[in-house]
């Protein structure tokens, strides 16, 4: 038994817009499973299906079902499923600009009602995997740079104590050195507190780094999937996704027709 499982899930947003069509996944428990795919390819709308954020932007699941741990939750509300120890990160970090670093991450424990020993607890071990945030543990979230305001957002999270987190675009607007400090994290995470990840990302050459699975979206269908060894070197990708294939690195010029060739589309 899978500890997520997305089961042939149709999203149709205004009533009108079909956004999901029949998307199925699994995370295994304690495994990194990437979601990859070009931008409006329904990354986020599969996250925030699961996480049932989805409610807020007048989109509905009108086929499927998702089940976490065993049971089906895609009928209860965001918090609940944080209780249930699932978090989502949302893209663009979404911090509370007016209010300090660790002001942000106290937040995040909401849900838990700890004293203030245990609290004090999951900040320190916040701080233990994000050094810099300690640093800045004072400075207002609104003035810190983009990659500390991402380590703020997953640090908030990590203070509901999530078993899985659903992590949206965690390297977009952060310097490449930045971003292989957050993924070095999340590996982290993963392999000391096994923390199960399921993260959508349109860098899909260090996903599939960091990633043990694979998915690829297109157009609200998931086209292929795989390990992430085996996507890496899947010919397809590697000229599609990372812009490289047999005969070298392509240009966007040569690429630009790539829909007519895909196989996986023919």
């Not at 009108?16 to 329904?42: C, M, T, Y």
Request: hydrophobic share 40%; glycine share 10%; with cysteine.
């Amino acid at each position: 038994m899978s500890y997520l499982s997305v089961n042939n899930v149709e999203v149709i947003y205004d009533h009108v817009i079909l956004v999901l069509k029949g998307v199925s996944l699994q995370v295994p428990e304690g495994k990194i499973v990437a979601l990859l795919g070009a931008n409006g390819a329904g990354k986020s709308t599969t996250l925030k299906t699961i996480s049932t954020l989805l409610r807020g932007e007048r989109g509905d699941v009108t086929k499927g079902e998702v089940q976490f741990k065993g049971e089906r939750v895609d009928h209860l509300t965001p918090n609940e499923l944080v209780k249930r120890g699932l978090s989502q990160v949302m893209e663009g970090r979404h911090c509370f600009g007016h209010l300090s670093i660790e002001e942000n991450l106290l937040t995040g424990a909401y849900t838990r009602h700890a004293s203030r020993a245990e609290l004090k607890a999951a900040l320190e071990k916040v701080y233990h995997y994000f050094p810099r945030l300690k640093e800045r543990r004072t400075s207002q979230a609104g003035y810190t740079s983009g990659g500390e305001q991402q380590m703020c957002a997953i640090g908030r999270a990590l203070m509901a104590r999530p078993s899985m987190i659903l992590l949206d675009e965690p390297s977009m607007g952060i310097a490449p050195q930045i971003v292989e400090e957050i993924f070095g994290i999340v590996k982290d995470l993963n392999s000391k507190e096994n923390v199960s990840f399921l993260l959508a990302e349109q860098n899909t050459a260090i996903a599939l780094r960091y990633a043990d699975f694979g998915y690829i979206l297109e157009n609200g269908r998931v086209v292929m999937e795989g390990t992430a060894a085996a996507l890496s070197g899947n010919e397809d990708v590697k000229e599609f996704y990372l812009g490289v294939s047999g005969a070298g690195r392509k240009s966007f010029r040569d690429m630009k027709f790539y829909r007519r060739r895909k196989r996986w589309l023919a």
